[in-house]
């Protein structure tokens, strides 16, 4: 079985090891695939692709009649034309599960940080700016408490369901909107519509899939329909922001801060308006990065392989 892997390094940038895949066949990785002529000639007459971010286009699988399988290391899989895969009948697999905790851990994070505003006060202090203090302490922003806020979840999966039981430990009020409602999530908190979610909440965290009906959902109109004040987290997709909006609502006031870990086009385009916004945080799409839930994902890629070849696919999304 000839196995190529055309990203490596998006997975595993060197505290992995991919010797996990070698017992399915020959192995051949790349750490980056930059090109659809690259990805063509890299593919040759591989059985098994593994990918994370390079596209897998109709004329990729035209002129790599070999393909039997496409594992994609992540939850996302709009980078594979999964259509075309369907008419092949190539299976399409991804992981569905393995940051859960991480990324709601890392929500948490963005709110804590623009609550306090953590490491701009270490900076300042760092700066000899205490050790000039005429006083015991001091404060370059307001300080705010969560216990007794609102926290408003717009899509209540298991991530967001994550994070809801996060925001209770700390005293926040949690409600949600979503697509689907749920047990689970009814003990955690209460599922509201959409304009009540954007009336109620004093901090809006986002973590719906990006769909043709949720991109730009956050926009001037409803962020009109927010408190004055409010602050924003997202962890999902940069595409559900118009981020000029958002931008605006920062240089406004009407949001008193945002913190965003992706953004609508990444590697971040040097014009994006979140850049020069006042009070937002940006962090480089690394809410997934923790060891640990990369592990997670590549076992889960190893057993998707292993489940196709005993004749049992799992976490097969096209077929």
Known sequence: MKIVILDGRALNPGDLS???IRQFGEVTLYQRTETEAETIERIGDSEIVLVNKVPITEAVLAACPGIRLICVQATGYNIVDCDACARRGIPVTNVP????????QFTMALILELCHRIGLHDQSVHRGDWVKS??????????????GKTLGILGFGRIG???????????????ACSRSQCEEGRQIGE????DTLLARSDILSLHCPQTPGTEKIINARSLARM?????????ARGGLLDENAVAEALRSGKLRGAAVDVVSKEPMAPDNPLLSAPGCIITP???????????????CVVENIRCFLNGTPQNVVNL
């Not at 940051?99 to 709601?104: D, E, I, L, M, P």
């Not at 005429?134 to 216990?147: M, R």
């Open 18 to 20: 991919y010797d996990c």
């Open 97 to 104: 599960a393995y940051g859960t905790a991480a990324v709601a």
């Open 134 to 147: 005429d006083n015991f302490c001091y404060w370059l922003t307001p300080q705010t408490e969560l216990a």
């Open 161 to 175: 369901r994550e994070v809801g039981k996060l925001a209770k430990a700390f005293g926040m009020q949690v409600i």
């Open 191 to 194: 599922y509201v519509d959409m």
């Open 227 to 235: 408190k004055d004040g409010a602050m924003l987290i997202n962890t």
């Open 285 to 299: 799409h690394i809410a997934w990065a923790p060891v640990e839930s990369r592990q997670r994902l590549l076992d």
